[in-house]
């Protein structure tokens, strides 16, 4: 699996979007039992303190322990470094498995065999992401030359999943009926401008070139957004829920 976030995690925690209240209302419903779940990928911990609101126990996991750093601490989650392929959970252990932006880094096959090891009897798994961020028209049109024609050559492949709103990616278990979501929040310019230099593909653009694009988007899209304004953002949800 593929480290991006290793380097400067306290971003990651300060300017990622965080999923709505919806999504964990629905994953409530649709999980019969709470004892234990794995928030696989973790990052900084956003949804496993989330899930530990209902569940007995949860145990949270990444590659990176610069992210675990800045993780969100509770009494019944449990952190830890491990690769979401190849972990040290028993057999028939949780409830719940719930990857949340991290599955397009995983090699598929071998996570999904980890998922089957580990899980109860009729357990659910949840593949959850989010897509582009919409501003405004006039907003959007910026921001997609930037992603398609500035960075676009530096994505890594694996970013055609979230591209493709998660629906390309091999699924093969008994698949749920899922709400359409969206992560909807107002942010400054500057913490849309900080969300951005979270991206992979300008974190590469800047070691191979050695300067910053965003600073230039900045200046395009300063006639479009007053640094003391407050806008809306919007994320889709990108969903993926079956029994295992």
């Known amino acids: 699996m593929k480290d991006h976030f290793s380097t400067e995690s306290e971003k990651y925690a300060q300017f990622r979007p965080h999923y709505p209240s919806e999504f964990f209302g629905y994953l409530n419903e649709i999980t019969s039992h709470k004892e234990i779940a794995w928030d696989c990928g973790t990052g900084n911990g956003q ?102 024609n500035i960075i676009g050559p530096y994505w890594d492949k694996e970013r055609k999943y979230i591209d493709e709103y998660y629906q390309t990616i091999p699924f093969p278990f008994q698949e749920l009926t899922t709400p359409d979501l969206s992560i909807d929040l107002e942010w400054t310019f500057e913490h849309f401008m900080g969300y951005l230099n979270t991206w992979s593909a300008v974190k590469k653009f800047i070691s191979k070139n050695n300067y910053n694009p965003v600073t230039e988007l900045q200046s395009a899209l300063n006639d479009h957004w007053a640094s003391d304004t407050l806008k809306k953002v919007s994320f889709p949800l990108l969903l993926r829920v079956g029994h295992t």
């Open 47 to 148: 949804v496993a303190f989330e899930l530990a609101r209902s569940f007995d126990k949860v145990f949270a996991t990444d590659i990176s322990q610069a992210q675990i750093d800045q993780s969100i601490a509770a009494d019944n989650i449990h952190y830890s470094v491990q690769p979401a392929e190849k972990s040290s959970f028993p057999d028939y252990f949780f409830d719940l498995i719930v990857v949340a932006q991290a599955i397009h880094w995983f090699n598929f096959d071998k996570f999904y065999a980890e998922v089957r090891r580990t899980v109860k009897n009729d357990a659910i798994l949840c593949v959850v992401g989010y897509g582009r961020v919409s501003v405004s028209e006039e907003i959007d049109q910026v921001i997609d030359i930037f992603y398609q």
